[in-house]
């Protein structure tokens, strides 16, 4: 592929640094970095969040808020011409033309306003002069090459109508509408589910391919980049720390910090699976149905069926895993088991039935049952300190202890989930997104629950603290025998802490069994189209899993 | 709770402080500790020049008009008389305490009162301004709306200086901004009607608010059919005219200060409803609510503790503009004659007169430019408090 390297050359980076500027004062994003993209080439931009990879991306594209951020050095040549150089109407004329881009939630990508036809339309007509018979052409001609299914048909739909693949899809064809160069994709997966990533990745490795395109990647998922990705550019702080082949800088990392993002990937090494122990939690044909109410006098004229008929039993010390794509009922599920949700169904907890108390009769059992949310941003009341956030459960279900013993737990539950018990007087803003998650455990554990629902607690985190979190959940599973319900959609780390797995699907459970057996045996086509998107990266047949 | 302790920290003593550079322990000592967020809006006000110092003004205008009595009144603010000292302000004499005739109270604008204290080497001090918003003023020489008296010539002064003996007309009764059809000081009523309108559009913003939150935070929290009930009986009571019901009460009450205000009230808390309703309604999905009820926490904790301080937010942002316009509305009221009963000291009623009586400027001029001063202080501290609130500002 590396073959006259003056002649090949698309984009050339050199010495390029962002400093943003905030209330007098200035931080540098990007810190002089400088990498090559070649025709036909895929260069992949890696590292947590907060170290400049999108900033990068971004400002290839001139896209960042200026004046208030700025170059305090470097050159952007695309096509031997210096982008930062050039006046606001050349580059409109470069950005849709030669370089366009696409971004992580197609959602808002989108004009929610305006059906699929006239967003592409709006594009071939700014850039190629293209209208009416002959623009519609090329709409279904892009919509074909980017596998939307029916595309005459599609033509008329709103964002909306379309599921997230689809619209991830239509961004694409966006993308290709005017045959760019160079194709920037800013985490264009990580807001789909493990299928829809596999086919997408696909689809744009396809393109690429046959269109000739280079790609700049961006994304935080390791897996991704080797099976996409040419030449590799790990950044952190704002610096590129490695650089090179991606099969080189796998195999043979040399910076320490790829090293610990090569060795993040959380180690299966779940907790035994103990058929023998007292049943913690056990829900019987648990139904949580949603009504549909049409008409004047709102009758009910069907259901949505989040959860559908789902049985499952938690035995003490396990890890129920629950997974599935998004909007399968697994989060649903865990709200309804703690009774924050109605449902129709048994729940036995440590022997008392509990389906159908109400909200005073379940105070004393919720000491025993806790949940710890996705978000660490959103789970945590910003304008309460986190000795406050701690000790709300304290309040409740303990309200006779001394203001001693109160914060000899707070600081108790502190130093359990490894955060410096000083800190208990700082807000949440302060701390970094996986020690708020640390918080949200602490939360939990204060109370000395037996059972623990956790709803995705690693998926809004960076890789390296992924790690560290499963880490501690399960270093506190093992001190204090905690049970858990673990929903996620993120098998890698499903598959490191579950010892027993339930595989949902529109509500349903499609397979369950013990963690080890199902991960080396899957029965279902489901199941293995979910593996093998998730571990490897790879479609399924059509028909398996949703597009 | 022991063992697990133990299990992990080898001994109990916390670590050294000095990894810990920003952790700090809140104040004890403060009166009102408050939270970071909190503090940086502190800072985004301060950093309004306009309307901080708007709000230093005002809060001057306002604490001063508090003490109106003892800047503008006919009593006098202390007596000498006879070695011994009196503070009519505060209490009543009666003539025969000063040498007079009768039992009755002394009225120390009498010049024979004054010349009974002066023979026995007392001493009177007035207030700055020697009138109330209801003293009449004596010996004019014009009729009344009587002008300011530094524009008045010697020959208009002359009839009334010559019989009183007097040498010019800066020796009659001073009125900095002359007098109303009823020859009442301006400035006296100003104070008086300044501090009336204030006070009564603060209760007014601080009683319909919290009835304004609180019915809000009810709907939104719980939503479903106390929501949509709430909601079609507030759509409804909105739609009744306020003024006919002001009209209609006045005909059977006396227009107090405080049947005004309870009626103003009945109308004026569904401001807010809408607001804090939104807000709770938004609310009450986050993860951290989500949280606390799995927790068990009692749904008017989670009201109070967490979904209340959001909702705040907004309504900050809309409470100054919420005063302005209530303290316009006991203004208007008196304008259009429904508000407080005649001869009390009020804006509006001075408005009035200035209308009536256009050969007599000062009467609308002052009127005009305290109210346009008032609510543009008002306004100036309400965008310096809504850009103090501005998320983007506090969190950008």
Redesign the interface.
Known sequence: MIMDATTNMLLEVRDLSVAFR?GGRESLAVDRISFDLRKGETVALVGESGSGKSVTALSVMKLLPYPAARHPSGTIRFNGQDLLAMTPEQIRHVRGNDITIIFQEPMTSLNPLHTIEKQIAEILLLHKGLAGLEARNRILELLTQVGIPDPAGRLQSYPHQLSGGQRQRVMIAMALANEPDLLIADEPTTALDVTVQAQILKLLKDIQVRLGMAMLFITHDLGIVRKLADTVCVMKDGKIVEHGPVERVFTAPEHPYTRDLLAAEPKPDPAPSQPDAQVVLKADDLKVWFPIRRGLLRRTVGHIKAVDGVTIAVRKGETLGVVGESGSGKTTLG?AI?R?ISSQGAIVFLGNTIAGLK?EA??PF??N???V???PY????????VSDVIE??LW??HPKLSAAEREA?VV?AL??VGL????R???P??FSGGQRQRV?IA?AVV??PTFVVLDEPTSALDMLIQAQIVELLRDLQK??SLTYLFISHDLRVVAALASHLVVMRYGKVVEEGPASDLFANPKSDYTRALFAAAFNLETAPEGVVAQ | MDDRTSLKEPALPAPSRSDLPAAEPPAAKKWITLSPINQRRLQNFKANRRGYYALWVFLALFVASLGSELIANDQPLMVRYDGGYYFPIFKTYTETTFGGEFETAADYRDPYLQKQIAEKDGRITWAPIPYSYNTHKLDSPTPFPSKPTWLLTEKECEPIVQKKGLTGCRDLEYNWLGTDDQGFDVVARLLYGFRVSVLFGLILTIVSSVIGVAAGAVQGYFGGWIDLLFQRFIEIWTSVPELYVLLIVASVFDRTFFILLGILLLFSWVRLVGLVRAEFLRGRNFEYIQAARALGVRNRTIMFRHLLPNAMVATMTFMPFIISSSVMTLTALDFLGFGLPAGSASLGELLKQGKSNIQAPWLGMAGFFTVAIMLSLLIFIGEAVRDAFDPRKTFG
């Open positions: 905030q709200l703690l924050l909200f379940m105070r919720r000491r049952m806790q949940i949310f996705q978000d959103g789970s945590l009341s910003p304008r309460m300190s709300e459960g409740v279900h737990r108790g130093r359990d410096e018990p000083e800190w007087f700082r807000y803003h302060e949200a939360r109370l000395e001190r204090r």
